[in-house]
């Protein structure tokens, strides 16, 4: 079955502890990205890389940080989480072109204390 | 710059009742459209998508968009909704060029679909 899967889907973690979220398709894609997603402010860019080792900063970058060394996985990292990085958590995956749908994992909600 | 704005936060509807969900959308460019439902704890899936041609666009379960260049709009529509219906939509748009295909999302409509 062609999906994108995230681990873990729920997390608590304390300000901080450093933190991997992983995300991995199975579909052969080239473009990954990460957003948030927040009440009243739909979905946010946070990175997106268009294939592997070639990664760029979406409309909100700050505090996190991204790595594609493989094209199926593209794992976001929080190196110091703070409470303001509470939020759902998304990746999606495409293939290369505008046209084409993005397919979204399941969700990771962040909890930072 | 692009920017998406779903015009109600919560519409609440009645099962098999009509239903609208509106967006509007600022572009100095041309773009793709898009809509996406989310199910409650679940990712989100692609209800139907606008890129050239006819300016209505079917998608699944029944719903459908018009995109309207000259009101910059791309409203969503269902003649008669499901309970299961009842879920958080949401618009967006994203430029040709970008070949990153980076998605503009607009705030989101909760739809509930009350018996």
């Known amino acids: 079955e062609a999906q994108v899967t995230q681990n873990p889907r729920y997390l608590i973690t304390v300000t901080g502890k450093k933190l991997t979220v992983t995300c991995s398709q199975n579909?052969?894609?080239?473009?990954m990205s990460w957003y948030r997603q927040d009440p009243g402010l739909g979905l946010r860019q946070i990175y997106y890389?268009?294939?592997?080792?070639?990664?760029d900063k979406g409309d909100v970058p700050e505090g996190y940080k991204v790595s594609r060394k493989e094209k199926r996985n593209f794992p976001l990292i929080l190196e110091s989480p703070s409470p303001n990085q509470t939020s759902l958590y998304f990746c999606?995956?495409?293939?290369?072109?505008?046209?084409?749908?993005?397919?979204f994992g399941p969700g990771t909600r962040l909890t930072v204390l | 710059a692009q920017s998406v704005t779903q015009l109600d936060s919560q519409v609440p509807v009645f099962e098999e009742a009509p239903v609208e969900l509106r967006c509007n959308y600022s572009?100095?460019?041309?773009?793709?459209l898009f809509w996406y439902v989310q199910y409650p704890n679940q990712g989100l899936q692609l209800l139907l998508k606008?890129?050239?041609?006819?300016?209505l666009v079917k998608g699944i379960n029944g719903f459908e968009a018009e995109f309207n260049k000259s009101q910059t709009s791309f409203h969503l529509r269902k003649p008669s909704v499901h309970i299961s219906d009842t879920a958080e939509y949401f618009c967006a748009v994203t430029p040709p060029y970008n070949q990153g295909g980076k998605l503009i999302f607009g705030q989101g409509t909760e739809l509930s679909v009350k018996p």
């Open positions: 890389s268009m294939n592997v080792e070639v990664t």
């Open positions: 999606a995956s495409m293939f290369q072109r505008s046209t084409d749908t993005q397919y």
């Open positions: 606008y890129l050239s041609g006819s300016t």
């Open positions: 572009s100095s460019v041309s773009v793709y």
């Open positions: 579909m052969n894609h080239e473009y």
